[in-house]
């Protein structure tokens, strides 16, 4: 087993942990632990909420989770030599959840506390516990399921420059501005309330948090992509912008559908992930390469037999929209989604399915005017009732009045 350059408590809270989590992206957080291009190592992590969210059946911690010290990431990590312009090569070894832990969350965020891609849809929190059975994950929330899981990273990166952090911070700024009081926001500035930069405290800290970037939305560095197939055994190139490339983690996902569309959408994990670290010099200006980018495992669940939903650029009032992939995105979901409430299934239940499972979208085409087409592939095999139409059906095989997610007590 590779050593651990970073453990966690999972009895401990965020700010009672040895060495301490960031929750900003900033280039001046202290190092917390050092390797050389070469080395394996261990990064154990707490979820993303850093423990707020219990193994029960109440939705009461998802409607009063604290985003403001999310994501709770794991690092940074000095890769010794490495410099501005080189690409930081990382493998994923292998990822897991903690021994004696093996479960994980998907949560509906409310509109008001994140929201999620259908929030005018489905605007109450609520919430599915999984359990883990090695690769298979099925919950008590959510009957009829069952499913091996791509499990990855939701979030990992490099500390920007300040150069770059500069300018994340005035083109998100520049968008919040178009509509500043809009709920869900469009964007999320600095804040110093729940800022958590590793041990930088006092001034210090306060000075940081001015300018440090919340770590919601996927940048150039990668950070919080949440793509589900940087998973165990891919590669991912990173470019590197400060001395140290001071690499990051967190967020590890069991399984999780393309889109996340939950918002918490993943199911989300303590866990811990196996790395090796290698060094490209000077790569990025040679490959030409400005954000970081990756290559695929070769290990994959076998889920070819899939029923696909399609979805074209046309609202639900029949509004003809211009090539736009979000909203064709969003009619694919929900004609899948009204498709499994034939088998009984809630809304609230399908949304969750599509959000967490192995749900490939593809965006079919963008050049045929006016509507843009996507698609949405869900694996036939992970039902234990066989869900493509017939003569005879559909048969309601779930009873969602007996076990829905969980709801708010
Ligand atoms: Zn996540």
Request: charged share 20%; with cysteine.
């Given at each position: 087993m590779p050593k651990s350059i970073i453990t966690v408590d999972m009895n401990k809270a965020p700010r009672d942990q040895d060495p301490l989590p960031h929750n900003r992206w900033h280039p001046d957080i202290p190092n917390v632990a050092s390797v050389k291009p070469g080395e394996e190592f261990r990064v154990e992590t707490m979820d993303w909420t850093g423990g707020q969210i219990k193994n029960d059946d109440s939705a009461n911690d998802i409607r009063d989770c604290d985003l403001t010290p999310c994501h709770h990431l794991f690092g940074p990590i000095e890769v010794q030599g490495a410099e501005p312009g080189d690409i930081l090569v990382v493998d994923i070894l292998d990822i897991g959840a903690h021994r004696g832990d093996e479960w994980g969350y998907t949560g509906i965020f409310s509109t008001e506390n994140g929201g999620g891609f259908l929030t005018d849809v489905y605007p109450e929190a609520r919430k599915a516990i999984w359990d883990f059975h090695g690769i298979y994950a099925t919950s008590r929330h959510i009957p009829g399921v069952r499913f091996a899981g791509i499990t990855h990273p939701g979030l990992i990166g490099c500390a920007p420059s300040h150069s770059l952090l500069a300018e994340w911070n005035r083109r998100e700024a520049e968008l919040i501005a178009t509509d500043p009081d809009r709920v869900p926001p469009l964007a999320l500035p600095p804040l110093e309330t729940g800022i958590m930069l590793g041990s930088m405290s006092g001034a210090e800290l306060s000075k940081a948090a001015q300018e440090a970037a919340r770590t919601i939305p996927p940048r150039e560095h990668g950070g919080n992509c949440d793509i589900k197939n940087i998973s165990r055994g891919s590669r991912i190139y990173f470019p590197v912008y400060v001395p140290g490339a001071k690499l990051s983690m967190g967020d590890y996902h069991f399984s999780q559908g393309d889109g996340e569309i939950t918002f918490c959408g993943a199911i989300e994990m303590a866990g811990w992930m196996d790395l090796h670290v290698d060094l490209i010099k000077g790569g990025c200006e040679r490959y030409g390469i400005e954000q970081a980018m990756f290559k695929v495992?070769?290990?994959?669940?076998?889920?070819?037999?899939?029923?696909?939903?399609?979805?074209?650029?046309?609202?639900?009032?029949?509004?003809?929209?211009?090539?736009?992939?979000?909203?064709?995105?969003?009619?694919?979901?929900?004609?899948?989604?009204?498709?499994?409430?034939?088998?009984?299934?809630?809304?609230?239940?399908?949304?969750?399915?599509?959000?967490?499972?192995?749900?490939?979208?593809?965006?079919?085409?963008?050049?045929?005017?006016?509507?843009?087409?996507?698609?949405?592939?869900?694996?036939?095999?992970?039902?234990?009732?066989?869900?493509?139409?017939?003569?005879?059906?559909?048969?309601?095989?779930?009873?969602?009045?007996?076990?829905?997610?969980?709801?708010?007590?």
């Open positions: 495992s070769p290990v994959d669940p076998q889920y070819s037999d899939c029923l696909v939903f399609e979805g074209i650029g046309v609202g639900e009032d029949g509004k003809q929209y211009y090539n736009d992939v979000t909203i064709a995105y969003r009619r694919a979901c929900l004609n899948a989604i009204e498709y499994l409430k034939n088998f009984g299934y809630s809304g609230e239940q399908a949304y969750t399915i599509l959000s967490c499972a192995p749900v490939e979208g593809r965006v079919g085409g963008v050049v045929d005017i006016p509507n843009a087409c996507v698609s949405i592939a869900i694996p036939c095999e992970m039902f234990e009732f066989d869900i493509k139409p017939n003569a005879q059906g559909p048969r309601k095989v779930v009873d969602s009045s007996a076990a829905d997610l969980a709801r708010c007590t």
